[in-house]
């Protein structure tokens, strides 16, 4: 079956640094992926849908400058927090489709999250 | 706006027990409704799902029931066991099914009693 991997699983940084979280697609190509933030015991909540070769699109109320979202490949995604605060300690999730499918949710694979602590 | 709610919130059930998780929906434009398991730690993973065209559907012990009029579907594990402990999220997304139209619900924390 499809296969998404993350990396980190869990990180620690200081305030005021930058961090970067990948998302990678192992068996199968993925036009499109999709980063999810998850506090402790809530849902998840879209953050951007990431489009290979082109820019991200963010739900309203993210901040395109805090999360910087690139998918330079067809099999790797990043999310970089930058200039992170302990507000922004979270559980970041990634899925992805594979490509040539509907992007449906149907045919989603979620990693299996990255969860940073900012100090 | 919530348009997916989920109950309960948490849930304690005996070993060989029937688990039972409520969601209810708003928007009529959904059409896709699966249910994700997320074990601490990890991320989610799809169960089962069901589309509106069918009032249930079974796959082993977890079985969804569909209520088109009512807006509601459930999620039924039957024979719970300890390894079913986790934490289970109805989903509906709308039109084509588009990964991006994806509401999850609240979440539900089972726990299966040995």
């Known amino acids: 079956g499809a296969v998404v991997s993350q990396h980190p699983s869990r990180v620690i940084c200081k305030s005021g640094t930058s961090v970067k979280i990948e998302c990678r697609s192992l068996?199968?190509?993925?036009?499109?992926m999709f980063w999810y933030r998850q506090f402790p015991k809530q849902s998840l909540m879209l953050m951007a849908t990431?489009?290979?070769?082109?820019?991200?699109?963010?739900e309203q109320g993210v901040e395109k400058d805090k999360f910087l979202i690139n998918h330079a490949s067809l099999t790797l995604s990043t999310l970089t927090v930058t200039s992170a605060h302990p507000e922004d300690s979270s559980f970041y999730i990634c899925?992805?489709?594979?490509?040539?499918?509907?992007?449906?949710?149907?045919?989603?694979?979620f990693g299996a999250g990255s969860r940073l602590t900012v100090l | 706006q919530q348009q997916v709610k989920q109950s309960p919130q948490s849930l304690i059930v005996q070993k060989g027990g029937i688990s039972i998780i409520n969601c209810a929906y708003e928007?009529?434009?959904?059409?896709?409704f699966p249910w994700y398991q997320q074990f601490p730690g990890k991320g989610p993973a799809l169960l089962i799902a069901?589309?509106?065209?069918?009032s249930e559907k079974k796959e082993g012990r977890f079985t969804i029931s569909f209520n088109k009029s009512a807006k509601q579907f459930s999620l039924h594990i039957m024979d719970s066991q300890p390894g079913d402990s986790a934490t289970y999220f109805c989903?509906?997304?709308?039109?084509?099914?588009?990964?991006?139209?994806?509401?999850f619900g609240s979440g539900t924390q089972l726990t299966v009693l040995p």
């Open positions: 899925s992805a489709s594979p490509r040539g499918s509907s992007s449906g949710a149907n045919v989603l694979t």
């Open positions: 068996d199968f190509q993925a036009t499109t």
């Open positions: 990431s489009n290979e070769g082109s820019k991200a699109t963010y």
């Open positions: 928007n009529t434009a959904f059409d896709y």
């Open positions: 069901i589309r509106p065209d069918v």
């Open positions: 989903a509906a997304s709308k039109g084509d099914g588009s990964a991006r139209q994806l509401t």
